[in-house]
């Protein structure tokens, strides 16, 4: 695993939009084959969104032949309510990029049947050539994508439960209410984003210390689903200085000289 520390969370944002860039051109270069990405919501992306849409506007990188599967959607909730996964990603980046509508996909919370949506969905990744990189956020205890605490490391996509904590920490969004956080979600699981050929992960802030430490540190764990990348080959932290705050000195200064050394 690589943690990339930055400063500040709009020069990880920054980082990590051009690392993606960068990743969609090379495969474009040398192949005709779409470049698959995992994406993730939350308030994390949303700079690294801003980042791409600069980029596809200045003709940088192009989302013609990407196609997308988003990680996560609430269980119930109105493909049109302000807060669903749909609206977020239409709104801070699907509306401002050239991606073809028809690459776009996120799951149906409203599907009438749960199971079979989650089943159609690792199908479809399938289908589509599985993942070159997945582009994540973490929660405050460690879930990855909506896969709480105790989910199985070998999970795939299905509906989950949500913690009182996770809406709780989501109830920003829902007017300040946990009760009004839908109780479910439709998650790919953990394996399902550790079957991506790379992952990149955003962490920003003080509020995501424990979750990088038990994380980057801590033994791998269902207590920590972000701990699960420790068996990757191709897993990537983004932090900023505040996420790190948790970490031995050893282990920051380690990052930092191994960033150093490869120019980052
Ligand atoms: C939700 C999402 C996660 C996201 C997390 C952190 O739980 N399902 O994918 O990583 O929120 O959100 P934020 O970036 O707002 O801290």
């Known amino acids: 695993m690589k943690v990339i520390i930055k400063e500040t969370p709009a020069e990880g944002s920054i ?16 192949s005709d084959k779409p470049f ?3 994406l993730c919501t939350g308030s994390t ?6 980042e791409l849409i600069r980029m596809v506007k200045a003709g940088e990188v192009s989302f013609k032949n990407v196609i997308s599967f988003n990680m996560d959607e609430y269980v119930g909730l109105p493909e049109d309510h302000p807060e669903s996964y749909h609206s977020f990603m239409h709104k801070y980046l699907f509306d ?14 409203n599907a009438p049947d749960p199971a079979l949506e989650c089943e159609k969905y690792e199908e479809a990744i399938v289908k589509a050539g599985g993942f070159d990189l997945f582009l994540g956020g973490v929660g405050e205890d460690g879930h990855i994508a909506f896969n709480e605490p105790f989910s199985s490391l070998s999970s795939r996509t299905r509906v989950v439960t949500l913690t009182r904590d996770t809406r709780e920490v989501n109830s920003r969004f829902f007017g300040g209410d946990w009760k ?15 079957s991506s050929k790379e ?6 802030g003080s509020k995501k210390a424990r979750a ?14 972000l701990s699960g990348m420790q068996n990757h080959p191709a897993g990537t932290v ?4 505040q996420a790190v705050g948790e970490l031995k000195v050893s282990s920051y200064r380690y990052f930092k000289a191994v960033a150093e050394a490869e120019g980052e």
């Not at 992306?45 to 801003?50: H, K, L, N, S, V």
């Not at 991606?99 to 799951?107: G, K, Q, R, S, T």
């Not at 983004?238 to 200085?241: H, T």
């Open 15 to 30: 980082w990590a939009a051009r690392y993606i860039a960068k990743r969609i051109n090379e495969k474009a270069a040398v």
């Open 36 to 38: 698959v990405i995992g």
């Open 45 to 50: 992306p949303i700079e690294t969104y801003a």
């Open 96 to 109: 401002h990029i050239d991606e073809p509508a028809e690459n776009i996909h996120i799951l149906n919370g």
């Open 180 to 194: 009004l956080v839908p109780a479910q979600a439709m998650s790919v699981g953990v394996a399902t984003v550790l």
């Open 199 to 204: 992952v990149v992960i955003l962490a920003f």
């Open 212 to 225: 990088i430490k038990d994380a980057v540190e801590g033994p791998i764990s269902h207590y920590c689903t």
């Open 238 to 241: 983004v932090c900023d200085e």
